[in-house]
């Protein structure tokens, strides 16, 4: 696996860029030893699987999505990937940060997951999402963490015609049991799981401005969690000539 460059761009408020652009030397690992100890994992801490998004070629790793459909005491879909810790990432060596990572989206309760409407990008863009983004840091040789966030194109597009969120912040799930985060499975091995929290264009720009601590804060004061909300408010949108 090829050595993640070091970012010769920081933003405005002093964190890294990276830019995902040139292909990683590619190592396909050998058999999927994780993947039932995820899947158990999963239904222990979240439901059922109740489908599986299934990946058939990959020149990288084979990532599949878990399905969890909505449940009494938490009345959403979550969608959660398997096979993106099949390879460690690129973390530089400076940084103390997982090297092993899944990641999880969580959707309304009344999003459309049948055949006719996946074949529409305003119900299917969260697969596609959670996919592209698991497969990134293996195919450019980098990798995701708390707080990093990748926008949907240069510049960004939204991911739908009926939404205008168009950027991807990762940070740990907020809304699934903290005994979820984690899954060890040997000494040398401990997966993360990372929420996939959509973002307006406005709001990453703010973040690269001022820093994530700001943006949390806006966040936070407009009760936005990790789970997607395609009318919530843009926490970053001027009004009147303000923040």
Same mark, same amino acid.
């Given at each position: 696996m090829? $050595?993640?460059?070091k970012?010769?761009? /920081?933003?405005?408020?002093?964190?890294?860029?990276?830019?995902?652009?040139?292909p990683? &030397?590619?190592? !396909?690992?050998? @058999?999927? =030893?994780?993947t039932?100890?995820?899947?158990?994992h999963?239904?222990?801490?979240?439901?059922?699987?109740?489908?599986?998004?299934?990946? %058939?070629?990959?020149?990288? /790793?084979? !990532?599949?999505v878990?399905? /969890?459909? =909505?449940?009494?005491? %938490?009345?959403?879909?979550?969608?959660?990937?398997?096979?993106?810790? &099949?390879?460690?990432?690129?973390?530089?060596?400076?940084?103390?940060? =997982?090297r092993? *990572?899944e990641?999880?989206?969580?959707?309304? @309760?009344?999003?459309?997951?049948? &055949? $006719?409407? *996946?074949?529409d990008?305003?119900?299917?863009? =969260?697969v596609?999402?959670?996919?592209m983004?698991?497969?990134?840091?293996?195919?450019?040789?980098?990798? *995701?963490?708390? @707080?990093h966030?990748i926008?949907n194109?240069?510049?960004?597009?939204?991911?739908?015609?009926?939404?205008?969120l168009?950027?991807?912040?990762?940070?740990p799930?907020?809304?699934?049991?903290?005994?979820?985060?984690?899954?060890?499975?040997?000494?040398?091995?401990?997966?993360?799981?990372?929420?996939?929290?959509?973002?307006y264009?406005?709001?990453?720009?703010?973040?690269?401005?001022?820093?994530?601590?700001?943006? *949390?804060?806006?966040?936070?004061?407009?009760n936005?969690?990790?789970? /997607? &909300?395609?009318?919530?408010?843009?926490?970053?949108?001027?009004?009147? @000539?303000?923040?």
């Open positions: 090829s $050595k993640p460059e970012p010769s761009e /920081v933003t405005e408020s002093g964190d890294p860029i990276y830019r995902h652009s040139q990683a &030397d590619r190592q !396909i690992p050998r @058999g999927r =030893p994780s039932e100890k995820i899947s158990e999963i239904e222990k801490y979240l439901g059922k699987v109740d489908s599986i998004f299934h990946e %058939f070629l990959s020149d990288t /790793v084979h !990532i599949d878990f399905r /969890v459909n =909505p449940r009494a005491e %938490f009345p959403f879909f979550s969608l959660i990937t398997s096979g993106m810790s &099949d390879l460690p990432m690129s973390v530089p060596p400076e940084v103390d940060a =997982p092993y *990572l990641l999880m989206i969580t959707l309304p @309760g009344d999003w459309k997951f049948d &055949d $006719k409407s *996946l074949r990008e305003s119900w299917y863009w =969260p596609r999402l959670i996919k983004l698991a497969l990134l840091p293996h195919k450019h040789g980098t990798w *995701l963490g708390w @707080g966030s926008p194109g240069d510049p960004p597009l939204p991911y739908a015609e009926n939404t205008k168009c950027c991807a912040l990762i940070w799930p907020v809304t699934s049991a903290d005994g979820f985060r984690t899954l060890t499975i040997s000494r040398e091995k401990e997966i993360h799981f990372f929420a996939i929290v959509p973002l264009k406005e709001e990453m720009d703010l973040k690269l401005r001022s820093g994530m601590n700001v943006l *949390l804060n806006k966040l936070g004061q407009a936005v969690n990790d789970i /997607v &909300d395609l009318s919530r408010p843009n926490v970053a949108r001027k009004r009147f @000539g303000l923040f």
